[in-house]
């Protein structure tokens, strides 16, 4: 973790049609293409196709949600992520 990141970050995922939750997050894995991907306060930037499976985050009061998604891309930045997702066409 850098010295200047925080204990959270401003997390975004978002389906073709509206958005589906945005968060204030401590800790997020998601499902990649090969597995989960756990990402924390002060992960390094990184782009990523998504697969099919959960997107799970600890808010910062420490309430664990869930997202299923049916794949899609991830882009972590310093302070923020943001998910594009697809969903099934019944979501």
């Not at 975004?12 to 401590?26: F, G, M, Y």
């Not at 800790?27 to 782009?47: A, F, K, M, S």
């Not at 930045?77 to 998910?83: F, G, H, L, N, V």
């Amino acid at each position: 973790m850098s010295p200047e990141s925080s204990a959270f970050f401003e997390l975004k995922v978002i389906a073709p049609t509206r958005l589906l939750t945005e968060a204030r997050v401590t800790e997020l894995q998601v499902p990649g293409l090969d597995g989960y991907l756990g990402i924390w306060p002060g992960h390094r930037p990184l782009n990523a196709c998504l697969g099919q499976g959960e997107i799970i985050f600890r808010t910062t009061d420490n309430r664990e949600e869930r997202v299923m998604i049916k794949g899609g891309v991830i882009k972590v930045e310093t302070s923020k992520i943001i998910i594009m997702a697809d969903l099934d066409e019944n979501d």
